[in-house]
T-cell receptor, first 112, second 111 residues
Framework: DVKVTQSSRYLVKRTGEKVFLECVQDMDHENMFWYRQDPGLGLRLIYF???????EKGDIPEGYSVSREKKERFSLILESASTSQTSMYLC???????????FGEGSWLTVV | GESVGLHLPTLSVQEGDNSIINCAYSNSASDYFIWYKQESGKGPQFIID?????DKRQGQRVTVLLNKTVKHLSLQIAATQPGDSAVYFCAENQAGTALIFGKGTTLSVSS
């Protein structure tokens, strides 16, 4: 079975804090993605990675960075959290015979 | 810009009815389409996919139809059950890029 694990399901952080969201996959997929999901706006792509140490900006990268040191792990970093970054964050991987994208369960971040 | 959209934000049906959720896309270069189901508090779950060289694909109680002429995608759920209540997203993919998602349709199934 496909497994995409987001270790932190619910976080509350203060404005200005540095935040790490971790995502681990066990399918040996090369492609990994970070989306945020907000009511009325749907899923928006923040960053994605095609391979270790490679990253590409998505549609809304401002205020975020990412790290892909190992194939199975893709981290989203908020250098200085702001209240506008309160959202649900979804990690996904892409691969397999059908090149399907699989999602983790999501991380709910509240910035106060 | 190009985007994927759904025709209706909400759809209410009775248990046992067939449900049809529609989606329009604008990028003719997209070659792969996916339907996802998202239940409250959870991540999107893959339901069914279809490639651009197909018109129809069937799964268990679900069918996806692709009309490339009018750039339209639909998800049909047979004998809808209360457990089918969720938000349904269509997504399009071009080779080498990330998925583009529609805004989602909320399906409500009443007993």
């Amino acid at each position: 079975d496909v497994k995409v694990t987001q270790s932190s399901r619910y976080l509350v952080k203060r404005t200005g804090e540095k935040v790490f969201l971790e995502c681990v996959q066990d399918m040996d997929h090369e492609n990994m993605f970070w989306y945020r999901q907000d009511p009325g706006l749907g899923l928006r792509l923040i960053y994605f990675s095609y391979d270790v140490k490679m990253k590409e900006k998505g549609d809304i990268p401002e205020g975020y960075s990412v790290s892909r040191e190992k194939k199975e792990r893709f981290s989203l970093i908020l250098e200085s959290a702001s209240t506008s970054q309160t959202s649900m964050y979804l990690c996904a991987t892409k691969g397999g015979a059908g090149n399907t994208i699989y999602f983790g369960e999501g991380s709910w971040l509240t910035v106060v | 810009g190009e985007s994927v959209g759904l025709h209706l934000p909400t759809l209410s049906v009775q248990e046992g009815d067939n449900s049809i959720i529609n989606c329009a896309y604008s990028n003719s270069a997209s070659d792969y389409f996916i339907w996802y189901k998202q239940e409250s508090g959870k991540g999107p779950q893959f339901i069914i996919d279809i490639r651009s060289n197909m018109d129809k694909r069937q799964g268990q109680r679900v069918t996806v139809l692709l009309n490339k002429t009018v750039k339209h995608l639909s998800l049909q759920i047979a004998a809808t059950q209360p457990g089918d209540s969720a938000v349904y997203f269509c997504a399009e993919n071009q080779a080498g890029t990330a998925l583009i998602f529609g805004k989602g349709t909320t399906l409500s199934v009443s007993s």
